[in-house]
């Protein structure tokens, strides 16, 4: 009936009414995900002045400042260092077997943190603290800044850089003058992804025997499910983040860096290295090593260890069964709720937009387990039933990879024409069968993309799978944990294994992207 009525509307009104509906569900899930920042607020105003004092102005508190502080100022430069220089090795010159090296300067981003710290805290038991912590998360975080930076240093014209050549600068000064300020949203971005995860990484600080918030929280969870200090902590956490997010901000500035003017832009002449060409490989195969071949090798030599026997594949079989329904899942409720959003940014944008906007996507600047604290608390507290269900985890994932979801169904909605949908409705359609039907089927790539990004990082969470996933839950990041928690490596080798295989399509797919957008 209500659709019939909707036909016979006017298109002006009826456009209006499809807006309202989207704009409707856009603010419920906005509403959702401000959930883990507002549960933070009501924690530190319930807990009262004395207890926040208490608990959060104490030595343990300081100790985890400083260990944040140095990890974010040792590795954060480290990595931004190492990916411009890998980028323009791969990009800017005449390197032997350029294409290879730069699949395999991606590739770490299918190896999860925790499976690289497992790998090298195997391989060298004395390697830890603040230098093992450093080492290993630049190795796996780098790919971070590698990938926006070689993907601007394939658009950039080189004009600029021919006409700074033409005034006499040196090919260094043009370097640092021209092309690397032209480089700064892409390595702000960059260093902003490296910044955060090492806010809410666990596993591989775990094992590293590396303090941290994050292993903290976890901590006093374990101990006491419900007790404020891992709450309290949890908010310290959260101001990180947002010092953090605002510094990016800051550094990054507003200025422009778009081309106008006459022309085509062209593809820079690639350098030539010369003599420079063997210490190029030398780096990247260094690299690649650290990155890749300790984890391969001490993967095979534990996997060589443990025999046909670590291959118990009931318990396999049933961890990837749980890996991938739970990823599916996530992927899929993710994508559905980020749907109003993406239909609004594109078709009816405006400043409720832009807020709307803005509450769906800082939810992917908080770290997994203070979104994991906040559902723990408050199921705890006001709806038990749910608490330690596959609804809250399935939830919890789909709140911690809504951005993910989003950026992806934005760009693909915005690629079908709005007159198709106005057409349609035209045609007697109501606006939500004219959305359903014309442009969410156009969109339909986008939207599988947007379902594989998040149910690939759902099957790599580990802490908030830990914090929220019900008893007798095992998917292979959990089930690999316990037993590398028994230090059973060979036993938990099979799990790593699998874990790299459901990575490397997201790898495949980044970097499909990249050369997408670029034209090639």
Not at 146 to 151: D, Q
């Amino acid at each position: 009936m209500t659709d019939a009525i909707e036909a016979r509307l006017p298109l002006s009104i009826r456009r209006v009414t499809g807006s309202g509906l989207a704009l409707l569900g856009a603010t419920l899930v906005a509403v959702a995900s401000l959930v883990p920042l507002g549960f933070i607020a009501v924690v530190a105003v319930t807990s009262g002045w004395e207890e926040v004092v208490r608990l959060v102005f104490r030595p343990k508190v300081g100790e985890l400042l400083l260990n944040t502080l140095w990890l974010e100022l040792l590795t954060v430069p480290l990595s931004v260092i190492l990916g411009v220089t890998l980028a323009w090795l791969t990009e800017r010159t005449r390197l032997p077997g350029a294409g290879i090296w730069a699949g395999l300067m991606v590739a770490p981003l299918g190896v999860p943190a925790f499976v690289q710290s497992y790998a090298w805290s195997s391989a060298f038991p004395s390697f830890h603290g603040l230098a093992g912590v450093v080492t290993i998360a630049i190795i796996a975080y780098f790919p971070f800044v590698y990938l926006p930076v070689a993907a601007q240093l394939r658009r950039l014209d080189p004009a600029l850089e021919d006409n700074a050549a033409s005034l006499g600068l040196r090919p260094t000064a043009v370097f640092f003058r021209v092309v690397l300020p032209q480089l700064r949203l892409s390595i702000c971005a960059g260093a902003l992804l490296v910044g955060l995860h090492l806010l809410g990484e666990y596993g591989l600080f775990v094992l590293m025997r590396y303090d941290t918030f994050a292993t903290a929280i976890v901590d006093q969870f374990q101990s006491v499910y419900d007790g404020p200090a891992a709450n309290l902590l949890g908010g310290v956490l959260v101001l990180c983040c947002l010092v953090l997010l605002g510094g990016e901000s800051l550094v990054r500035g507003d200025r422009r860096y778009a081309r106008v003017g006459s022309g085509s832009a062209r593809r820079a002449v690639p350098v030539a290295l010369g003599a420079w060409t063997f210490p190029a490989v030398l780096m990247l195969s260094g690299v690649a090593i650290a990155a890749l071949g300790v984890t391969f090798v001490t993967l095979g030599r534990w996997l060589w260890y443990g025999g046909l026997g670590v291959w118990k594949l009931d318990q396999i079989g049933a961890a990837l069964e749980q890996t991938v329904l739970y990823a599916v899942l996530a992927g899929v409720v993710a994508t559905a709720l980020a749907m109003p959003m993406a239909w609004i940014a594109v078709r009816a944008p405006g400043r409720w937009q832009r807020v709307l906007e803005a509450c769906h996507l800082y939810v992917g600047a908080l770290p997994g387990i203070i979104v994991a604290l906040a559902l723990v608390a408050i199921t705890v507290r006001v709806a038990l039933p749910l608490y330690q269900t596959v609804a809250t985890l399935i939830f919890a994932y789909a709140l911690i990879f809504l951005p993910r979801a989003l950026t992806g169904l934005r760009s693909s909605i915005a690629q079908v024409p709005v007159e198709l949908e106005r057409a349609a409705m035209n045609l007697g359609r109501p606006p939500v069968a004219a959305v359903w039907q014309v442009t969410m089927r156009l969109a339909s790539p986008g939207i599988a993309a947007s379902v594989l990004l998040v149910a690939l990082g759902a099957a790599n969470e580990l802490t908030a799978t830990l914090m929220l996933a019900p008893n007798g839950t095992r998917t292979l990041a959990t089930k690999f944990w316990a037993l590398t928690s028994e230090i059973d490596y060979a036993g938990a080798a099979p799990y790593a294994v699998l874990l790299i295989l459901v990575s490397m399509p997201l790898t495949l797919l980044l970097r499909r992207q990249s050369n997408r957008a670029i034209g090639q």
